[in-house]
């Protein structure tokens, strides 16, 4: 519905297009629908920083690597036609097939089966959503301060270290629950540079490391 990006069947970078990021809705102008053409990454989501609620889709992407979102954008006319309260209409679709194209169909013949196992995880208060596993949805946002939010599959105890440049400036343990979010705001220590490489390393009660990830910050 957006006459300034691509027609079907056609291609546009991701999340920054003609200067529009469009991992933002804000950005959307029109209705769209995108797949992904290449599937990098285990899991997809979306957050909405107005209700502080969001959805990601753990899957096994050598098998069901379709993955499309679709929403109407904020000029769409008929928008309160699909929806009531002021809310809006998203869809993250997933399934093997790569798109809607005749192309791209698979064919399962008699005696065939095809399966895979994932997980759709609902989550809250964590402020966005930088990576996720069956276990874990987590996001961290740096400037002067760390904040760190984790929500959690099923109920457990966790324990958390940040590390900065490879030297630990912060530890944490708490018990997080699906419903209870463990939302973390830590200085940045003096003793270290501020710029460099930020790890998040997640344990849970039985020491095991069931999230790590690290994410480049700047002073």
């Known amino acids: 519905g957006d006459q300034a990006l691509p027609s079907e069947h056609g291609t546009m970078a991701w999340p920054l297009y003609d200067g529009r990021d469009f991992s933002r809705y804000g950005n959307w102008r029109n209705w769209l629908g995108v797949f992904v053409p290449e599937v990098w990454q285990d899991y997809a989501g979306a957050y909405n920083h107005d209700t502080q609620l969001g959805v990601v889709r753990i899957f096994p992407q050598d098998v069901a690597r379709g993955l499309k979102l679709f929403a109407f954008g904020l000029d769409f006319a008929a928008r309160t036609e699909y929806t009531d309260g002021g809310s809006d209409y998203f869809e993250l679709w997933a399934g093997p097939c790569q798109t809607f194209w005749p192309e791209d169909d698979i064919v399962i013949d008699a005696g065939q089966t095809l399966q895979w196992r994932e997980l759709w995880l609902p989550f809250h208060?964590?402020?966005?959503?930088?990576?996720?596993?069956?276990?874990?949805?987590?996001?961290?946002?740096?400037?002067?301060?760390?904040?760190?939010?984790?929500?959690?599959?099923?109920?457990?105890?966790?324990?958390?270290?940040?590390?900065?440049?490879?030297?630990?400036?912060?530890?944490?343990?708490?018990?997080?629950?699906?419903?209870?979010?463990?939302?973390?705001?830590?200085?940045?220590?003096?003793?270290?540079?501020?710029?460099?490489?930020?790890?998040?390393?997640?344990?849970n009660a039985q020491g095991e490391t069931i999230l790590s990830y690290n994410k480049a910050i700047a002073s």
Do not use: M
């Not at 400037?143 to 400036?169: K, P, W, Y």
């Open 125 to 203: 208060g964590t402020g966005g959503l930088d990576q996720a596993n069956e276990h874990v949805a987590a996001y961290v946002s740096v400037h002067d301060r760390v904040h760190l939010g984790i929500a959690v599959s099923v109920a457990q105890h966790l324990q958390v270290d940040l590390q900065l440049n490879g030297e630990t400036f912060h530890r944490a343990s708490a018990d997080v629950a699906p419903d209870v979010p463990l939302s973390l705001n830590i200085p940045l220590p003096d003793t270290v540079s501020q710029k460099g490489e930020l790890t998040v390393l997640i344990r």
